[in-house]
């Protein structure tokens, strides 16, 4: 497992090659992933997971958002 991760975001990876496919079946199964790419895909392993189908940079700009949004409201 990748101890103590909490979250992961694997951005512009359509996890067809490895490494990259092999880290989303290393986490914990209780680990949510977010999968930023704008290709349609399915995930094999046991984790909650979410896709953000757009490019990388919209992708990362729509995490910056959200996360500034969270933080506005604590």
């Known amino acids: 497992w990748l101890e103590g991760c909490g979250l992961m975001l694997v951005i512009g990876s359509s996890l067809q090659v490895y490494p990259a496919a092999s880290l989303v079946q290393m986490v914990d ?10 290709e349609p895909m399915a995930v094999q392993g046991t984790s909650p997971y979410f896709q953000i189908q757009l490019g990388a940079s919209e992708g990362m700009r ?13």
């Open 62 to 74: 729509l995490i910056s958002s959200v996360l500034n949004s969270f933080n506005e409201g604590i």
């Open 29 to 38: 199964p209780n680990c949510p992933v977010v999968l930023i790419d704008p």
